[in-house]
């Protein structure tokens, strides 16, 4: 009994720790790709949840709880949502790919991008990427919202600012610190 409970603390402490770390590597990557703070807290909450199903799965386990009945359980639990959100399809790929823009969508908030469609000029300057959308801003002023999920599915052209156009190229090389 001791020795379940001690493995319960240690896996929870493994957790505990995994979190942590997990919430300051996001933070950083938010702050380097210019990503909003409510953004960034909802992807760390989401894979938080993920993280703790699998941790209390393992517990279950260790805790003398077969391997089928726990395989059992999250199996129907994962069935239950797959039809719970099967009627809700694009806010689920939206979501996915709201997490996967999060992490390696290469262009930032104020990029000027052209997302490639023959039926209309889809270009402009991104104001806001969000868990659902991305909102771009265009030459007229108008504001466009853009599914996450379609943003993956079609080419991004990033096109240059007019700004960076006019800065004059500098002579010196710029070392990072890092590097120094």
């Known amino acids: ?8 603390l240690l896996y929870l402490g493994v957790f505990i720790i995994a979190q942590h770390q997990l919430k300051k590597w996001i933070k950083t990557q938010a702050i380097k790709k210019q990503v909003n ?24 386990i260790s805790l003398g709880l077969g391997y089928q009945e726990v395989s059992l359980f999250v199996s129907s639990a994962f069935a239950v949502l797959g039809v719970a959100l099967f ?3 694009s806010i689920l790929s939206n979501i996915t790919a709201g997490v996967l823009i ?10 000027r991008i ?38 993956l599915q079609k080419g991004v052209i990033k096109l240059s600012n007019d700004n960076v156009a006019k800065k004059k190229p500098t002579s010196k090389r710029i070392i990072p610190k890092r590097l120094k």
């Open 1 to 8: 009994m001791l020795n379940q409970i001690v493995m319960v």
């Open 37 to 60: 703070e409510v953004r960034s807290r909802l992807v760390t909450r989401l894979i938080s949840y993920f993280m703790f199903f699998v941790t209390l799965s393992v517990i279950a």
């Open 114 to 151: 052209k997302i490639v469609d023959k039926d209309e000029d889809m270009s402009g300057i991104i104001v806001e990427i969000s868990l659902f959308h991305i909102l771009i801003k265009r030459d007229s002023g108008d504001v466009m919202t853009y599914p996450n999920s379609l943003m």
């Open 87 to 89: 009627a809700q399809w």
């Open 102 to 111: 999060f992490f390696v969508f290469p262009y930032r908030i104020g990029d």
